[in-house]
């Protein structure tokens, strides 16, 4: 008898909290796309192309990275396996 007394407040207590912890986080959509900004860089195969040229093209993933940044390096093993997967040139 003693236990129904807590059960329902104690279940009560319990939905509460757990309907308090949901993902209450709006999504937050993606910016939108802006123009890439005509500037002359170096492809891998050491070509200079402008970037206008490349986009007109095709789809294109441009990584910006440096030899010092430490996540930028972890993420060198994925690239890889997406210009594999990607590439025209396997």
Known sequence: ???KKYMIPLTIAVLT?????GDTKEEIPAKELRDLPKVKIKTLKGKNILTDKIIEEKLTFISFWATWCVPCLKKMKKLEI?????SENN
């Open 1 to 3: 008898m003693r236990m």
């Open 17 to 21: 909290t757990v309907a308090l912890c």
């Open 82 to 86: 997406l210009h594999h997967k990607y």
